[in-house]
């Protein structure tokens, strides 16, 4: 079955700066990856996905690559802020696979003011 | 416009015991699917259900059973519980016509402690 890995597991950045939270998977069959924001004592919270016809996607300051030829996929955060700081999540599934999707360890992400 | 909501917030059950847990999906959404969150790990998949039926499951034992209603709403039974249940549980909805494995909501969550 698939398998996502996530690194680092934790990420400190000073405000202003860049972040780079990258997962790989196993699965050549996987076509969605989305990313999740999760902060204290709140459920995920979709910020942004792919889908494997796309290369790159981007929303204001966060963007996501995907290299499906590698297997591996990132989250780029520019321009941090404190507010950025919680646990990030990889996910990946494959359409259709009605609701299993298979998500990465986390990243701790803080943003030091 | 109400995401999704799951009650109650926090239990705490004895090992060998029952519990059910609620979710009333985002309002519009038909789909809805569990994950436990053992701490410090990502959501692993429990099941969905769609159309009152459950129709995909993850490496969950048979302790662990769901049921819809016909509004959408959910609920999640898992019965002679272990200390290795303890988790949050999260409920996510979604549109199947809008995709169905597309664009989640979830909910934050039931923190189930079984001593």
């Known amino acids: 079955g698939e398998n996502v890995e996530q690194h680092p597991s934790t990420l400190s950045v000073q405000e202003g700066d860049s972040a780079v939270i990258k997962c790989t998977y196993s699965?050549?069959?996987?076509?969605?990856f989305p990313w999740y924001k999760q902060e204290l004592g709140k459920g995920p919270q979709l910020i942004i996905d792919?889908?494997?016809?796309?290369g790159e996607k981007k929303d204001q300051r966060i963007a996501v690559t995907l290299n499906k030829t590698a297997k591996h996929f990132s989250l780029h955060i520019t321009e941090t802020q404190p507010e950025d700081s919680a646990v990030y999540f990889c996910?990946?599934?494959?359409?259709?696979?009605?609701?299993?999707?298979?998500f990465g360890k986390g990243t701790k992400l803080s943003v030091k003011p | 416009d109400a995401g999704v909501t799951q009650s109650p917030t926090h239990l705490i059950k004895t090992r060998g015991q029952q519990v059910t847990l609620r979710c009333s999906p985002k309002s519009g959404h038909d789909t809805v699917s569990w994950y436990q969150q053992a701490l410090g790990q990502g959501p692993q998949f429990i099941f969905q259900y769609y159309e009152e039926e459950e129709r995909q499951r993850g490496n969950f034992p048979d302790r662990f059973s769901g049921h819809q209603f016909p509004n959408y709403s959910s609920e999640l039974n898992v019965n002679a519980l272990l200390l290795g249940d303890s988790a949050l549980y999260l409920c996510?909805?979604?549109?199947?016509?809008?995709?169905?494995?597309?664009?989640?909501?979830f909910g934050s969550g039931t923190r189930l402690t079984v001593v």
């Open positions: 996510a909805s979604s549109l199947e016509s809008g995709g169905g494995d597309y664009g989640y909501t």
């Open positions: 699965d050549s069959a996987s076509n969605y």
């Open positions: 792919i889908r494997s016809n796309v």
């Open positions: 996910a990946a599934s494959i359409r259709g696979s009605q609701g299993n999707l298979i």
